[in-house]
């Protein structure tokens, strides 16, 4: 058994190696990256709910304004997707 | 399996590219892109000629259902643009130019949604076209209203050290407004794909297709045209 691991692990090649680091780093790009951008919208979404709440006369605005927020919250996370995107294909 | 994954993948960003010659230069196109690009402009011109048919001006007889529904859809989209413009000439100047770019950029998401067609803006080069329309719009027009000498100064605002500060955030814009199009599509193109080969052939892509391609499709487009308006917007202003 000892033998069979050895073996395996002398088959691993530089090649593999690097494509797992591949992987990884796509799954963590995005799991990491995603954080921030979930937050920020959510936190527009709910400031944005007070501001209804208070002022339901303003909901066309307030939409609108958190929208628009939101879009360039996330582009940190596009950006994530863009380099998983790059070392999964590309790379 | 993840072989397989990986070279499915590599399928859906493959690229018919035409090269051309032109002075001694070579000139690449991705003609999948450029031919999609087409197909949306076509699919709008004969929609707009389709919907002209029966317009007529209302003065004596009252309008058609057709001509009630386009004065109201106008009416929607010039009350967004005027409360977001600075001043109503403004919203008045720029109205045909935001119009035509949301509906292209909505026509070309949707487009993905059916078989056979790609939506050209999961081309990053379209993208990026249409971001640099808006870039170059802005800042000829801030030019144009501002005048050259309040819109140089403009650059070293609040400080003059700023300035390197102001010239990245400038060149950062039609990045992340071209990238933001590109990657929603990308990623909702790059999801359907997967799950149709790989998980559920039936039932889920369709479902999947109208969640990413129309619902995000259409907010995608809405924030690109508003964050042209925007961009335009703070160029214009003092």
């Not at chain 1, 501001?51 to 304004?65: I, K, S, V």
């Not at chain 2, 090269?19 to 000139?27: I, K, N, T």
Request: net charge neutral.
């Amino acid at each position: 058994m000892l033998q069979e691991a050895q073996n395996v692990v002398s088959g691993i090649s530089g090649a593999d190696i690097a494509t797992a680091a591949k992987y990884i780093a796509a799954g963590l790009c995005m799991g990491i990256g995603a954080i921030g951008p979930a937050i920020g919208e959510g936190m527009a979404a709910a400031h944005a709910l007070d501001g209804m709440a208070r002022q339901p006369e303003m909901q066309g605005a307030l939409l609108r304004t958190m929208v628009l927020g939101q879009a360039i919250t996330e582009t940190t996370g596009i950006y994530s997707l863009l380099i998983a995107i790059v070392l999964l294909f590309v790379i | 399996m993840f072989e397989q994954l990986a070279g499915l993948l590599t399928h859906l960003g493959e690229k018919r590219i035409a090269v051309l010659r032109l002075f001694g230069a070579e000139v690449r196109f991705d003609t999948t892109a450029l031919v999609m690009s087409w197909v949306v402009i076509v699919l709008l011109i004969l929609l707009a000629l389709w919907l002209r048919r029966g317009l007529r001006q209302p003065v004596e007889e009252k309008p058609n259902r057709t001509q009630a529904a386009l004065d109201g859809l106008i009416d929607i989209l010039k009350s967004q643009l005027s409360g977001n413009f600075a001043s109503e000439r403004l919203a008045i100047m720029m109205f045909p130019f935001i119009s035509t770019l949301f509906l292209y950029v909505l026509l070309s998401n949707w487009l993905g949604v059916v078989p056979y067609l790609s939506s050209p803006t999961q081309n990053i080069n379209i993208t990026m076209g249409l971001a640099l329309l808006v870039f170059f719009m802005s800042h000829v027009l801030a030019v144009k209203l501002k005048g050259t000498r309040r819109y140089l100064k403009g650059f070293l605002e609040p400080y003059a050290f700023m300035l390197p500060i102001n010239l990245v955030g400038e060149v950062a814009k039609p990045l992340s407004h071209a990238f933001r199009l590109f990657g929603n599509i990308l990623a909702g193109t790059i999801l359907i794909t997967v799950v149709m080969v790989k998980f559920a052939p039936i039932i889920v892509p369709p479902v999947l297709s109208i969640f990413f391609g129309l619902f995000f499709g259409g907010i995608q487009a809405f924030v690109f045209a508003i964050l042209a308006v925007a961009y335009i917007n703070v160029a214009v202003e003092d």
